[in-house]
């Protein structure tokens, strides 16, 4: 199994075969996240291909330091999905972020509301994930179904693990409220 | 990271997220078809748009310019001559005595030609103007300064100001000067005919000199 720097250098080198191990190694993590937000497969098979076609040519930007290329390549994928949701049609916003202020619950309260193994609630958060914007919707993913953490979310939001976690709480905020009517 | 967290929040993600699609087979066929065409014609694209942007800000810059440039010189013209204007004014009022049309005016100050001409209680219809309207005054006044001098004058409020200035000295020394002579000439003829008794030679309220009959005294 070939390491990242292993695969950069393939690509600086020999153009095509490093290309082609690259998509083949993170192909499917980066159209997996990519078709999850925007919901259509031929959308996200282009966007994709955008996705690489700009790692390609960017190679050079790439600092292994900072991130594995996986990550990296999710950071641009992030950049370009969200550039095409905003031209395709506005931000959708489920909840008015004064509503969610309002509500006076702590974490540990959320959490316990959160996790309590009913199957009409899990079924109505699932109808509720589908109304978030796609940046939130994302962060979701990335956190709770991927398992990333919120360094790497940070990485690819290009946002500070802070704002994440801020961002998050609010999240689930709304998403309890948004129960809580129900 | 706590995986006992959410869990309601989790197993909704992970209905919702699991059944996700395959990467299409020839994916990376098309990838490399947009790969040898792409690029270039993206770039063509990008280059012609920044360069339409700049043509675009570069033509509305120009036209600000433009429309600045033509504007900005009368007005300020306006502003600056209006106290000159009353000056002048006054002095073109208080012109009472017969004035001939000197050469050395227009010699003086070239194109620019003097309004006071005519009989010294019928003063010319260009005094009337001046007196009456002085915007219409100073347009004209303005208009002929251009022409003497070019457009480029108007660019400095301090040329203005000083051209201005000048003219209005010039046209009060012509006056004054010819206003001499004058006098001079009628108290030299005075002087060297034949008066009647009754006839005396005075000074009107304009400061020119003028033969008058006096009327028969009245013995008490």
């Not at chain 1, 393939?10 to 192909?27: C, F, N, P, T, W």
């Not at chain 2, 004058?182 to 006839?199: L, S």
């Amino acid at each position: 199994m070939k390491t990242d720097k292993q695969i950069v250098d393939a690509v600086m080198s020999d153009q095509r075969k490093g290309q082609d191990l690259m998509v083949g190694r993170y192909g499917l993590e980066v159209f997996g996240m990519v078709v999850r937000l925007v919901g259509d497969v031929m959308d996200a098979e282009e966007l994709t291909q955008d996705t690489f076609l700009r790692a390609f040519r960017c190679m050079d930007s790439y600092d292994p330091q900072r991130a594995s290329l996986g990550t990296w390549l999710c950071r641009i994928a992030y950049r370009l999905t969200l550039d095409f949701m905003k031209r395709r049609r506005p931000l959708l916003v489920s909840i008015e972020d004064s509503e969610v202020w309002q509500t006076d619950i702590n974490d540990e309260q959320l959490e316990a509301e959160l996790s309590t193994g009913n199957e009409e609630r899990i079924s109505r958060l699932e109808e509720l994930i589908d109304q978030l914007p796609p940046d939130e919707r994302l962060l979701l993913m990335l956190h709770y179904f991927e398992e990333r953490p919120l360094d790497e979310c940070s990485f690819i939001m290009d946002a500070s693990p802070h704002a994440l976690a801020n961002r998050l709480y609010r999240i689930r905020k709304k998403l309890h409220k948004q129960l809580q009517k129900t | 990271m706590k995986t006992n967290k959410d869990t309601d929040l989790r197993e909704a993600l992970r209905r919702r997220y699991a059944n996700t699609p395959s990467l299409p087979t020839d994916f990376t066929e098309r990838l490399r078809e947009r790969m040898d065409t792409k690029p270039a014609a993206s770039h063509r694209r990008h280059w012609w748009g920044w360069m339409s942007a700049a043509a675009a800000c570069l033509l509305i810059a120009i036209g600000v310019g433009v429309y600045y440039e033509f504007n900005k010189a009368p007005h300020s013209i306006a502003k600056l001559s209006a106290p000159d204007n009353k000056t002048e004014c006054t002095q073109l009022s208080n012109r009472g005595a017969p004035i001939r049309q000197s050469g050395r005016t227009n010699q003086a100050i070239g194109a620019h030609r003097l309004s006071n001409r005519g009989a010294p209680t019928k003063p010319s219809g260009r005094t009337n103007r001046a007196i009456g309207a002085h915007q219409s005054s100073n347009r004209a006044r303005s208009t002929e300064i251009s022409d003497t001098l070019g457009n480029g004058i108007w660019r400095s409020e301090r040329n203005v100001a000083i051209a201005i200035q000048m003219l209005s000295e010039c046209e009060e020394t012509i006056l004054r000067e010819e206003q001499e002579m004058r006098n001079h000439i009628i108290q030299a003829t005075f002087n060297a005919t034949p008066q009647p008794a009754n006839v005396v030679l005075v000074t009107n309220e304009a400061g020119d000199y003028e033969v008058i009959e006096t009327k028969t005294i009245i013995e008490i």
